[in-house]
């Protein structure tokens, strides 16, 4: 039990709590709670003067980091130690960014140079014409290149990608029908190479080539992995493996060969920008102290609300398009990451860790959800994500409305609005963030998910758990393969279910 811990926890919980009203009496907290941060891809703001932070609740965080072994565990982290240690491996995903252990980065380095080699290779017409990628992953491994792939490519792609994850054979047929055969590679990403989902969907779609005419089917794989021996043993041909080391963790791969895609899609400067606004992103969060280490800086305002303020939900909307996935994918990093019910040590946690993490596109999610966001009965935290210039060349007012909604519901939240009928009364007081970037680049892209990274290691630390193991996924894996295997008895309600179904 660490004493100063929880003294830094009651101090914050006996920390008085004030209005945004009240708050925003300080003619200087904008200034004091919002800042503009200069990067590769241009400028991302990130404010939180609509949050209940003030000065106290910020030193009072300062000091919970501080008994919390933040600084140590950062640099645990970016040294390439073995900071998942339920599992006792290191994280290195920063390590595919520049960042890191000078051997882990060197490593990375090499790897990048052999995906980029066979990425320049088939764009160069090494494996004949390709127009269409069906890239076929789960998780992590499909998530990433699913995000970057819409954001990225609504202009037009050189290869185009259709990411699929799903068992459901619905999904790989409707990438067949988008598909011609004799131009389709098939990237397999699977860091074990034996998920089952995966590998099934990859048979199949081995299946549809050599039913379409593709004498060698096997010649239009590409393997994304930290298993190369399995790849080659499965049928891929070793020049066409591309490896990614064993440190870096499913929800953290895209920065990897799992990136191939990407790559293929852009082109290799395009892939390298990525790459490059992850890293600025990394060197704030290694060289910024306090709460000025915006990712921290994050976390305080998300321990606020989970841990003090009893919030089970934090709400994500992108106003863009373009970023219509980053809800999805922010809910992987953050509840994988931290949904534990044991902190690092083993013991049981003394509170909530991680909330439920939803969110939608504006102004689609307006006509949908905010309802309950401005007068129902839970109080649910709301992160905006927006972006100055449009991703199309119509009419401007399109994203001058889209803007102003965006700015209307932040506003809306925190004033509300008093009226003589209960029905039209709007409490407000309720909080939000605004991330508001120049553009969507690839560069910006990398910056905002390396932020959202950083974010949820630094909740983990505040927490005391380990945010890079997920054994929450495994029990459900094992018994659906006791259920393809057979001979297992279940519950009666399993049982019948399986009857129903006509299985086992």
């Known amino acids: 039990m660490n004493e100063a811990v929880d003294t830094a926890w009651q101090a914050l919980a006996d920390s008085p709590c004030r209005t945004l009203a009240d708050l925003f009496a300080d003619p200087r907290r904008v200034e004091r709670l919002a800042t503009t941060l200069d990067l590769p891809g241009g400028p991302i703001r990130f404010d939180w003067s609509k949050t209940h932070l003030d000065e106290n609740l910020i030193a009072g965080f300062e000091r919970l980091a501080r008994a919390a072994g933040f600084a140590e565990r950062r640099a645990a982290l ?35 140079q052999r995906m980029r080699g066979l990425v320049e290779a ?103 992995t930290a298993a190369p ?29 799992i990136g191939f895609p990407i790559a ?52 994500v909307f992108a106003y863009d398009e373009r970023l219509a996935l980053f809800p999805d994918y922010l809910q992987q990093l ?3 990451s931290n949904g534990k019910a044991v ?39 709301v992160d905006f994500i927006a972006s100055i210039q449009p991703g199309h060349g119509l009419d401007p007012a399109h994203h001058r409305i889209l803007l102003s909604n965006c700015f209307a519901q932040g506003a809306a939240l925190m004033a509300g609005k008093a009226s003589d009928d209960p029905a039209r009364t709007y409490s407000g007081d309720r909080p939000s963030t605004t991330i508001l970037v120049d553009d969507i680049n690839a560069a910006t892209l990398g910056a905002l998910i390396a932020f959202h990274e950083h974010r949820t290691f630094a909740n983990a630390v505040l927490l005391g758990i380990n945010p890079f193991d997920q054994f929450g996924v495994e ?13 297992t008895t279940f519950d009666p309600s399993t049982t019948a279910l399986l009857e129903l179904a006509g299985i086992g």
């Open 78 to 112: 970016l040294a390439g130690e073995k900071v998942n240690v339920t599992e006792g491996r290191a994280a290195e995903h920063t390590a595919q960014r520049g960042i890191g252990r000078d051997t882990s980065v060197e490593e990375a380095s090499a790897l990048h």
């Open 122 to 224: 088939i764009r160069e017409g090494a494996l004949g014409e390709v127009r269409h990628l069906i890239h076929i992953g789960i998780g992590g491994s499909a998530l990433g290149p699913a995000l970057a792939i819409d954001a990225l490519t609504r202009d037009g792609a050189d290869v185009a990608v259709h990411v699929v994850s799903n068992i459901d054979g619905c999904a790989l047929e409707q990438a067949f029908a988008a598909c011609d055969p004799a131009t389709t590679l098939i990237a397999v990403a699977s860091k074990t190479f034996t998920t089952i989902e995966t590998m099934t969907n990859a048979a199949s779609a081995l299946a549809w080539l050599g039913d379409n005419g593709v004498e060698d089917p096997y010649g239009r794989v590409v393997a994304l």
């Open 229 to 257: 021996e399995r790849a080659v043993e499965w049928g891929v041909d070793e020049t066409r493996v591309l490896p990614f080391q064993e440190s870096v963790g499913g929800r953290y791969s895209l920065w990897s060969s």
């Open 264 to 315: 293929l899609a852009l082109g290799w400067d395009e892939f390298a920008a990525f790459l490059d606004g992850a890293a600025a992103i990394d060197r704030h969060f290694a060289e910024t102290e306090g709460a000025a280490n915006l990712p921290l800086r994050a976390a305080f305002a998300d321990q606020y609300y989970t841990r003090l303020g009893g919030c089970q939900t934090r709400a």
């Open 334 to 336: 953050e509840m994988e």
């Open 343 to 381: 902190k690092a040590d083993g013991t049981p946690v003394d509170g909530p860790t991680a909330p439920v993490t939803w969110g939608g596109v504006g102004t689609d999610a307006q006509h949908a959800v905010f309802q309950l966001l401005h007068q129902g009965t839970v109080l649910i935290p």
């Open 475 to 487: 029990l459900g894996k094992q018994i659906a393969n006791q259920i393809e295997a057979g001979g």
